[in-house]
């Protein structure tokens, strides 16, 4: 399949930068005249002093690329052709920070320096845009903090995992919900052959199996299936990512699975040979300028690459692991990636986007480009990268302590013949910053895509003292964009106060049972927080236009609850059912769209033809009573039709949301409004009474009828969600909160894939899954350990704002006092603001007897550090 280079849009779709694009077209020979000419550009390398050699430090010109960490152990699990080699960050060390104890990687990639510094006992914190690359990062740091004994048998479960892969991904199924955003995310363009598309898909589905069962075995398949999908893909790294060429393709594609296992074997072999973490290197937070948030001051250094501004889109490039890793549902999720990077690429100039220059001499190259450059874009880019690196400088400074050193390897630029010295501007915003230019070292003669030479340079800067106050006025706008200033609502301790002593949801009107509009009642949920309980804990805790978010959201009631009171509400839930029920419950719908998807619906339940084999797999799943056993034959297909009709489109939209979400709500019941013979609303007991045809489509229609009124309310707020696990980096989509307000599993709660089991199979699982994802689950991996909630604490700080706070609801039993245990878990990311407990006589049992030993319900307000 052959791409032509013809239109911009291809060029993006490609993953090629609109400036190489012009790097490619013609270049203007118009001379830049004045005080903007490349000649005088230049002036900085001269003015800046003398530059050492790599050499004189025992640096070699490939020490700064990551072609030593291709053969590294451990390093090279990864090709993240972006990074620096071990022995780089080793040699910097040695000269410029040998007696550090406590060194800040900003921008970590794949993790060489946190590895390397981990392993030399040094203390690293890093930080790290794009959460495939810390996904790659951390679990390579996990396998370091493993005993001897435990590392070896790691690398025996890789090496079996290896033999057997062949045969375990041909008895596996495809992920069909990772085929669906790939469509929605990459439309039509085709990265893979279908036959190794389809045995990615069963790769996922196998990794979700280890997963439940041994998270790091898990962990490390995935990072072995993330460095084969682009081997097995149409695609190649040269630079940035592009399409093979017929030449390339017609040399073959090594098949996914043969990819992985050999990945695998590797894997192994190098855990037999790596050295331990000798101290903790942990992930700090996404953004870079936001590290002065997370970390404190007193830092010894910085050792760090940022991104070039050579148009490199990092996020682009990524998009297939990120993609595996669900972290892309839609291509706007890549536009949200990438607004989170430092501005370095065409592509990530926005109508947002701050670029002021922020120094004379960035000024001066900004204005050569706009007075040279065919697309305004290229100006703005390079006017952004250094407002950006301004704010990064500026988070860095309150993290060192005085003397501590920041170490930088950077690249300059060439763009239409205007040469941007990017190591000389950055020298120059440092020091308009009150930093000391320590020196600067030559490390290795490039050449650009245009064929001009251009340099790679390591920059050391000291911190002085006192960082000068007088920062360029854009540089500061910038870091206080990074980091807004705290607008905690003053009076919210007066009014829990009044919470704690009138307990309000448990008067009238709030204590009615259906106190809250038929929208919370979408569909019955074992577990589900009162909504009454949510308006009361969102009134106190936040003010209108605040972003509202739940991590553990189920069936949505605080970010509905949220929206309702004119914040924005946001959910994020492990599970597929509270996914869907918190995105129908928070989304905007379109009444035209919602009425297309209804008619497409019911054509497709008319002509589906049931399979044999679809009710015997159906009818492996029974708890209470086989699935089969709970519809009359007719119903039965039109309940697998539907089941069928949604998954295909999986997280397609709101209207998919709210249809789906009002299906699962009609499965199961004892009123008429249920397809099931007769049942409980909540759990799907036995069904008991006779078998008769219940259509789904009138009750459909009947059930959004009574949710008319909701669905088109102009006079609420609107939210979003995304399924996730909240104990590590949260998903791209969800943004940046005012106040978390979320009830975790109770320690002695139910599980809700056993309660709501009908529900978990309609959305996706199938009986296997309910013997192997246990192990996912907040609420059976706390069981094991509670110190699980130090990750979710870190995340949760990661996309909450400066001072914003974090409302635990939990359960207090006699086997676990969740309050008193998770506030000794809190810190470096929170401080405890108050503990309070109520006790539980007001809650109803929805008829169910056994509702666990919770006999007291805690919160737990924390304030963030």
Not at 449 to 470: D, H, I, N, S
Request: net charge neutral.
């Amino acid at each position: 399949m052959s791409h032509a280079f013809e239109t911009p849009e291809l060029f993006d779709d490609l993953g090629i930068s609109g400036e190489q694009v012009a790097l490619r077209k013609p270049v203007s020979r118009k001379k830049v005249t004045g005080r903007s000419s490349a000649k005088q550009l230049r002036m900085f390398t001269e003015a800046s002093g003398n530059v050492r050699d790599g050499v004189e430090l025992d640096l070699e010109p490939l020490d700064a690329t990551f072609r030593d960490s291709s053969e590294a152990p451990l390093h090279s699990w990864f090709p993240y052709l972006e990074g620096y080699s071990p022995r780089f960050v080793e040699r910097v060390r040695h000269e410029y920070l040998r007696d550090a104890q406590r060194i800040i990687e900003p921008f970590a990639g794949s993790g060489t320096t946190p590895i390397v510094l981990g392993q030399s006992g040094i203390e690293c914190a890093f930080s790290e845009a794009n959460p495939a690359m810390v996904f790659i990062a951390q679990t390579k740091l996990a396998v370091l903090r493993l005993e001897e004994p435990a590392r070896k048998a790691l690398a025996r479960s890789l090496t079996a995992l290896a033999v057997k892969l062949p045969q375990r991904v041909a008895a596996s199924v495809t992920d069909e919900g990772l085929r669906a955003s790939y469509a929605t995310t990459f439309g039509a363009s085709v990265f893979f052959d279908e036959p190794a598309l389809d045995a990615v898909l069963r790769l996922r589905t196998v990794n979700d199996e280890l997963i439940a069962k041994d998270r790091l075995l898990g962990d490390c398949f995935a990072v072995a299936v993330l460095s084969s999908l682009i081997p097995s893909s149409r695609l190649k790294r040269a630079g940035d990512l592009r399409y093979r060429t017929p030449k390339e393709l017609a040399a073959g594609l090594p098949h996914p699975v043969e990819q992985t296992s050999s990945r695998l074997i590797a894997q192994a072999e190098d855990l037999e040979q790596s050295e331990p973490l000798k101290a903790e290197a942990r992930f700090a937070c996404a953004t870079a300028g936001a590290l002065h948030e997370h970390l404190g001051d007193g830092w010894d250094g910085v050792i760090t690459s940022p991104p070039y501004l050579n148009g490199t889109n990092y996020i682009r490039n990524a998009r297939l692991e990120l993609w595996y890793l669900r972290h892309l549902g839609e291509n706007a999720d890549l536009r949200r990636l990438r607004d989170r990077v430092i501005t370095s690429g065409i592509n990530d100039v926005h109508a947002q986007t701050r670029w002021e220059p922020v120094t004379l001499g960035v000024e001066r190259v900004v204005r050569a480009i706009e007075a040279n450059a065919y697309d305004s874009r290229i100006a703005k880019m390079v006017g952004g990268y250094f407002h950006d690196m301004a704010a990064v400088f500026s988070s860095l400074g309150e993290c060192l302590r005085p003397g501590g050193r920041l170490c930088i390897d950077i690249g300059d630029s060439i763009y239409n013949r205007v040469h941007v010295p990017t190591d000389d501007l950055l020298v120059e915003v440092a020091e308009s910053m009150g930093y000391k230019t320590v020196e600067r070292v030559h490390l290795r003669k490039r050449i650009s895509k245009g064929g001009e030479a251009v340099r790679q340079q390591l920059l050391v800067f000291e911190r002085p003292k006192k960082l000068r106050t007088g920062k360029p006025e854009s540089a500061t706008k910038a870091t206080q964009e990074v980091a807004p200033k705290t607008k905690l609502r003053p009076e919210w301790r007066t009014d829990w106060e009044v919470f704690k002593k009138t307990l309000p949801h448990q008067l009238m009107p709030y204590s009615k049972r259906e106190w809250g509009g038929p929208a919370h009642s979408m569909c019955s949920y074992q577990g589900k927080m009162k909504p009454a309980l949510a308006h009361h804990l969102v009134k106190c805790f936040s003010a209108p236009g605040d972003v509202v978010l739940d991590p553990f959201s189920g069936a949505g009631t605080i970010p509905l609850e949220a929206c309702r009171m004119g914040r924005r509400g946001y959910g994020i839930d492990i599970s597929r059912l509270g996914h869907v029920l918190t995105l129908a419950k928070v989304a905007k719908t379109s009444p035209v769209k919602m009425e297309e998807l209804l008619r497409e619906l019911e054509a497709s339940i008319k002509k589906y033809r049931l399979k044999t084999s679809e009710v015997e797999q159906a009818a492996e799943v029974r708890f209470n009573s086989a699935i089969p056993d709970y519809f009359h034959p007719e119903t039965l297909q039109e309940v697998i039709a539907a089941r069928s009709f949604f998954l295909s489109r999986w997280d397609s939209g709101p209207e998919w949301a709210v249809l789906f979400s009002c299906t699962l709500h009609l499965l199961h019941g004892n009123r008429p409004y249920a397809l099931s013979r007769r049942s409980h609303p909540v759990t799907p007991f036995k069904p008991t009474g006779n078998f008769e045809h219940r259509e789904l489509m009138p009750r459909l229609r009947d059930k959004l009828a009574r949710l008319h009124e909701e669905l088109t309310n102009d006079a609420r707020e609107w939210g979003g969600s995304a399924q996730g696990d909240c104990t590590v980096t949260w998903p791209a989509s969800i943004p940046t909160a005012d106040v978390i307000i979320t009830s975790p599993p109770f320690f002695d709660s139910t599980r809700f894939y056993m309660t709501n089991w009908m529900r978990f199979w309609f959305v996706g699982w199938e009986r296997g899954d309910f013997d192997t994802r246990a192990s996912e689950f907040l609420e059976t991996r706390q069981k094991q350990n509670l110190d699980v909630y130090h990750s979710f604490y870190a995340a949760a700080r990661e996309r909450l704002r400066a001072g914003g706070l974090l409302v635990l609801h939990l359960g207090n039993s006699a086997k676990c006092d969740m309050g008193a245990e998770l506030s000794k878990r809190v810190a470096p990311w929170f401080s405890v603001a108050d503990v309070f407990t109520e006790g539980v006589e007001h809650c109803e049992s929805h008829g169910i007897r056994d509702k666990g030993t919770v006999h007291g319900h805690t919160y737990l307000v924390l304030v963030a550090n």
